[in-house]
């Protein structure tokens, strides 16, 4: 067998693929070429950083869910009662007794409840729905708006603001209340002390801080319009009415004031009542548009 020569054999290379071109053209044959990026295994990662929004989105979206407020506001505040705290010390201080302002609520709330308490004993309860537009103020009023203050005790207000499943308090400082006034429901205004601060202990001798608070009753009865039968009126809280001691402190009640009013002493009526809200004295003012109320 004959082997060709090199060059024989380039030509008819060529000449073969000469006459498969207009074949391959007839067939439509298409090229695909893979260009897929592969890493190589063990090679640096693409360091990618994590979403996040901006600071003003995050500011709305908790604004909107009322967070950021309830978290700078603690879940309970204690304040001063409103007003100057030493005027419980002189006495019969006019009320308010306790008081609070919306302007020392901060946070937001769609609901709320104001109570008082006695020591740990509550003795008045309000409530409400939306922002308040003004104080709430206690004037020494119970649940059916008769009289639930009662001299010697200490009282204090809680407030409680509710909205979406969250709650808050404010709650004032307890304040000792050992003498007051009070405008009955039918007219009348009430004075009223409590007996250790008139008498000593177990007698009916008059203590050493007596004095200012019997001398404001007579001015302001004095002053006062008189009653239709022209006498005064006292009533002294007592354990009990027919104790000897009870009797003579209503009679040395008698002779103070009637001296002190310069009237004779059937004018002065000091009845003994069954205490049921401590040992107190109180004396009543008759319904009046002068003075009588606010000596200076």
Same mark, same amino acid.
């Given at each position: 067998m004959t082997t060709p020569a090199p060059g024989a054999r380039v030509l008819a290379v060529l000449a073969a693929a000469a006459l498969a *071109?207009?074949? *391959?053209a007839q067939g439509k044959t298409e090229l695909q070429q893979d260009i897929t990026v592969k890493s190589r295994p063990g090679g640096p990662g693409m360091a990618v950083p994590p979403p996040a929004a901006s600071k003003p989105v995050? +500011?709305?979206?908790?604004?909107? $869910? !009322? $967070? *950021?407020r309830d978290e700078r506001s603690p879940s309970t505040t204690r304040i001063r009662v409103g007003g100057d705290p030493a005027r419980f010390e002189k006495p019969f201080p006019e009320p308010p007794y306790l008081a609070l302002s919306p302007a020392n609520i901060e946070a937001l709330y !769609?609901?709320?409840?104001?109570e008082?308490? *006695?020591d740990r004993e509550p003795v008045w309860r309000a409530e409400g729905v939306g922002l308040l537009r003004e104080r709430l103020e206690w004037e020494g009023q119970g649940p059916t708006g008769g009289l639930a203050l009662s001299p010697g005790k200490s009282y204090r207000y809680r407030f409680t603001g509710r909205r979406g499943g969250r709650a808050f308090t404010i709650e004032s400082e307890p304040v000792r209340i050992d003498s007051f006034v009070h405008r009955e429901y039918v007219g009348e205004t009430r004075l009223e002390v409590l007996t250790s601060l008139v008498f000593e202990p177990d007698k009916a001798v008059f203590a050493k801080t007596a004095r200012p608070y019997l001398e404001q009753m007579a001015e302001r009865l004095r002053l006062g319009e008189p009653r239709p039968d022209g006498t005064f009126k006292l +009533?002294?809280?007592?354990p009990d009415a027919?104790?000897? $001691?009870?009797? !003579?402190?209503a009679k040395a009640l008698v002779k103070r004031l009637s001296d002190q009013l310069v009237v004779a002493h059937m004018r002065v009526k000091v009845a003994l009542i069954p205490e049921t809200r401590g040992e107190s004295l109180a004396c009543f003012l008759a319904a009046t548009k002068g003075p009588g109320l606010r000596p200076d």
């Open positions: *071109a207009p074949a *391959a995050i +500011e709305e979206v908790l604004r909107s $869910l !009322d $967070l *950021a !769609d609901s709320w409840t104001f008082v308490f *006695a +009533e002294l809280y007592v027919r104790a000897r $001691l009870a009797q !003579d402190r």
